[in-house]
T-cell receptor
Framework: SQQGEEDPQALSIQEGENATMNCSYK?????LQWYRQNSGRGLVHLIL?????REKHSGRLRVTLDTSKKSSSLLITASRAADTASYFC????????????FGAGTILRVKS | DAGVIQSPRHEVTEMGQEVTLRCKPI?????LFWYRQTMMRGLELLIY????????DSGMPEDRFSAKMPNASFSTLKIQPSEPRDSAVYFC???????????FGQGTRLTVV
């Protein structure tokens, strides 16, 4: 399968705690992206990290990429109840014309 | 811009009927994607277009599925005849360049009974 895999499948934390989600993939990539999906809604782009970058920050989000291990992590600091959603990684797969391939997602629940 | 617009938001149809889903991408985006999301299979890319031309339809599950993009501002995904296993949420997305940030519509929740 081309799909990446996220872990954990589900994560439940208290408001104010940090949440870390991981993504592994199998092929060579141009970039890796993270998306959020609230229940019943479309996906929303969060952050993109290129294959030659190792770390990127955006507000409370921190993304790392290790191309040697074909893995990425998304850290959400000081989580809020509004962060409750599903989070997906997507890889721009160089072997398939840079089309976006999505992982299965991590369901994050932040309890207030 | 209003974002990617999909219609209808919900569709309930009987097995064997034809279903047409519609999408208006963001103006200026050269790429349009159709995805299907189910609990079992996650988010699957069905087909994508570049400048209105279908580039990769390897994800289209069967000949019952077809997609068109007659112009830069409109695309359709048609299922004929529909089957209960086609029940899913279908998303349309667009992007300016291949492999860059994709903007998703709100999706069409299809239920085939």
């Amino acid at each position: 399968s081309q799909q990446g895999e996220e872990d954990p499948q589900a994560l439940s934390i208290q408001e104010g705690e940090n949440a870390t989600m991981n993504c592994s993939y199998k092929t060579s990539i141009n970039n890796l992206q993270w998306y959020r999906q609230n229940s019943g809604r479309g996906l929303v782009h969060l952050i993109l990290i290129r294959s030659n970058e190792r770390e990127k920050h955006s507000g409370r989000l921190r993304v790392t990429l290790d191309t040697s291990k074909k893995s990425s992590s998304l850290l959400i600091t000081a989580s809020r109840a509004a962060d409750t959603a599903s989070y997906f990684c997507a890889t721009a797969d160089m072997e398939y014309g840079n089309k976006l391939v999505f992982g299965a997602g991590t369901i994050l629940r932040v309890k207030s | 811009d209003a974002g990617v617009i999909q219609s209808p938001r919900h569709e309930v149809t009987e097995m064997g009927q034809e279903v047409t889903l519609r999408c208006k991408p963001i103006s200026g985006h050269d790429y349009l994607f159709w995805y299907r999301q189910t609990m079992m299979r996650g988010l699957e890319l069905l087909i994508y277009f570049n400048n209105n031309v279908p580039i990769d339809d390897s994800g289209m599950p069967e000949d019952r599925f077809s997609a068109k993009m007659p112009n830069a501002s409109f695309s359709t995904l048609k299922i004929q005849p529909s089957e209960p296993r086609d029940s899913a949420v279908y998303f349309c997305a667009s992007s300016r360049y291949q492999g860059t940030e994709a903007f998703f519509g709100q999706g069409t929740r299809l239920t085939v009974v």
